[in-house]
């Protein structure tokens, strides 16, 4: 595990573009963090390290947006309102490993993500700092380079 701190906004948004700047396409991230943790400000940097050049918001109610960056798309769900068993609807299970995947509130979805996914655990720390715990496989520890 891999753990890394933010003290602000940018900081979070910059620690997502650091690691977008390395990513191959195939690439799932799974947040877990309560509401207002910097799940959305980190992928908005993420999409910025991968060359997207749109304004990245919540799927909260929309369930995914996509994002068309430089090489690749980014796919960004939300999966606060669906159940496990609905999820297949969403179309989910369809992208993975063919796009980058940021999944908001995965822990509802544990069992359904492949086992190469980047798990980010998001805590909140004292005003604005936020915590990022990164657990992921060796073979996606490229993502972290400089």
Do not use: C
Not at 1 to 25: D, K, P, V
Not at 39 to 57: E, H, N, P
Request: glycine share 10%; no cysteine.
């Amino acid at each position: 595990m891999l753990s890394i701190a933010t003290h602000n906004l940018t900081e979070t948004q910059r620690l997502g573009e650091r690691i977008g700047r390395h990513l191959q396409g195939d690439e799932t991230f799974a947040l877990v963090s309560p509401l207002g943790g910097g799940k959305t400000s980190w992928t908005q940097g993420l999409a910025k390290g991968i060359g997207a050049s749109s304004r990245v918001t919540s799927p909260t109610f929309v369930l995914e947006r996509i994002y068309t960056g430089k090489k690749f798309f980014l796919h960004h769900f939300d999966m606060y309102r669906i159940e496990e068993k609905d999820v297949e609807s969403t179309g989910l299970l369809d992208i993975l490993g063919e796009a980058v995947v940021v999944v908001e509130w995965a822990d509802k979805i544990r069992g359904l993500l492949p086992s190469d996914t980047i798990w980010v655990t998001i805590k909140i720390g004292k005003g604005d700092e936020r915590i990022f715990e990164f657990s992921f496989p060796k073979e996606k520890k490229y993502v972290f380079e400089k």
